[in-house]
């Protein structure tokens, strides 16, 4: 039995770090396990810019404890007014990495989000040109189309466009939740992949009513059913450079997420690698996880692989019911379960 695994330090190609308090709380538990982030833009207002995103990832910067290496990696949210030349300008000058597509109204903070998604063809073009990668959150929002399968329609409405008419441009299909979304990305071409949460590895749409309601289970998209979860597994563990470490984590305030509209999201940062590490060897592929986690994210966003190392060893941890994040109380992800590894300081 395997009793410590070291891999290359991963990095999380998508992350939640808020801003304020709240980030400067949360910002710790990412930079402990990940060298780099890429890091979501839907903050209140949104970061829409290079400018904003640069004087955002100096707010980060600043929250990382002295003695941690860690780079925030930033987007830019893409609106029915984006400026396509001011994202290939943000990708010139180091700025941003990568653009983020909100359809408007999908998820928190999402209303600024675009309303059509044909009108960005010059901003995709420009996108394409530059290099910038483009980072989608799939799913449609029309309230005729059941929440369970907002994720199939999206891919089939615009996603499969997208690509088709854009074949130099990279695209991220973040925290894939179907086998629907796996299918596509394993069937397209070698610029499009896909990032898989800890959350949808371990549970399935049952976790949020066991019970009763669960907000904590909730998060958007939506956990979907077994079959999906399986099928994220198999994706997760096999090995292929399509799909990679996101984490999604997504912290809210406990009162926020327990309240008559709770806000979707699962805070997972605190023990990701934990995380997903346990469901790699319950499916036995501890062998996978490097290149799942460390290897196939810099190769697909054209970055070099971190040189420095992380390990985990096989300790029984305790989840805590609850986290103190700047004054906050929030409910992390395994609230009040065992994980059976840690990573070590």
């Known amino acids: 039995m395997t009793e410590s695994l070291t891999i290359r330090r991963p990095d999380d190609w998508h992350v939640h770090l808020r801003d304020d308090e709240m980030m400067r709380g949360v910002v710790p538990y990412t930079a402990r396990q990940f060298a780099r982030a890429i890091v979501m833009p839907n903050l209140s207002p949104p970061v829409t810019t290079t400018e904003a995103a640069r004087v955002y990832r100096e707010r980060i910067r600043a929250a990382?404890?002295?003695?941690?290496?860690?780079?925030?990696?930033?987007?830019?949210?893409?609106?029915?007014?984006?400026?396509?030349?001011?994202?290939?300008?943000?990708?010139?000058?180091?700025?941003?990495?990568?653009?983020?597509?909100?359809?408007a109204n999908a998820t928190t903070n999402s209303a600024h989000g675009v309303t059509d998604i044909d009108k960005l063809s010059g901003?995709?073009?420009?996108?394409?040109?530059?290099?910038?990668?483009?980072?989608?959150?799939?799913?449609?929002?029309?309230?005729?189309?059941?929440?369970?399968?907002?994720?199939?329609?999206?891919?089939?409405?615009?996603?499969?466009?997208?690509?088709q008419e854009f074949p130099g441009l990279k695209v991220v299909l973040e925290h894939i939740t179907t086998s629907e979304g796996v299918a596509f990305v394993e069937g397209a071409g070698r610029n499009v992949a896909g990032t898989i949460t800890p959350q949808h590895l371990h549970?399935?749409?049952?976790?949020?009513?066991?019970?009763?309601?669960?907000?904590?289970?909730?998060?958007?998209?939506v956990a979907k059913r077994e079959?999906?979860?399986?099928?994220l597994r198999k994706a997760a563990t096999s090995g292929s450079?399509?799909?990679?470490?996101?984490?999604?984590?997504?912290?809210?305030?406990?009162?926020?997420?327990?309240?008559?509209?709770?806000?979707?999201?699962?805070?997972?940062?605190?023990?990701?690698?934990?995380?997903?590490?346990?469901?790699?060897?319950?499916?036995?592929?501890?062998?996978?996880?490097?290149?799942?986690?460390?290897?196939a994210g810099p190769a697909f966003y054209g970055l070099p692989v971190n040189e420095d190392t992380v390990t985990l060893e096989r300790v029984s941890?305790?989840?805590?019911?609850?986290?103190?994040?700047?004054?906050?109380?929030?409910?992390?992800?395994?609230?009040?379960?065992k994980l059976s590894w840690r990573l070590s300081a």
């Open 64 to 103: 990382v404890p002295a003695g941690v290496a860690f780079e925030p990696l930033m987007t830019a949210y893409l609106t029915d007014a984006t400026d396509g030349a001011d994202l290939a300008r943000g990708k010139a000058e180091g700025v941003l990495t990568a653009a983020k597509l909100y359809p």
């Open 317 to 337: 941890v305790d989840v805590s019911e609850t986290l103190d994040i700047g004054g906050t109380s929030v409910v992390p992800f395994h609230a009040g379960e």
């Open 241 to 295: 450079g399509r799909f990679f470490l996101g984490t999604d984590s997504a912290p809210h305030a406990k009162e926020a997420k327990e309240s008559a509209c709770g806000c979707a999201g699962i805070f997972n940062a605190p023990f990701a690698l934990e995380s997903y590490v346990q469901a790699f060897e319950e499916e036995g592929a501890l062998g996978s996880f490097e290149q799942f986690a460390s290897l």
């Open 227 to 231: 079959q999906h979860r399986l099928a």
């Open 123 to 163: 901003v995709f073009a420009a996108m394409e040109n530059s290099g910038l990668v483009l980072c989608v959150h799939g799913e449609v929002t029309a309230s005729d189309v059941d929440v369970f399968d907002r994720e199939a329609v999206f891919i089939d409405r615009h996603l499969t466009r997208i690509v």
């Open 203 to 221: 549970i399935n749409r049952n976790a949020m009513f066991a019970g009763g309601m669960r907000p904590h289970a909730y998060c958007l998209p």
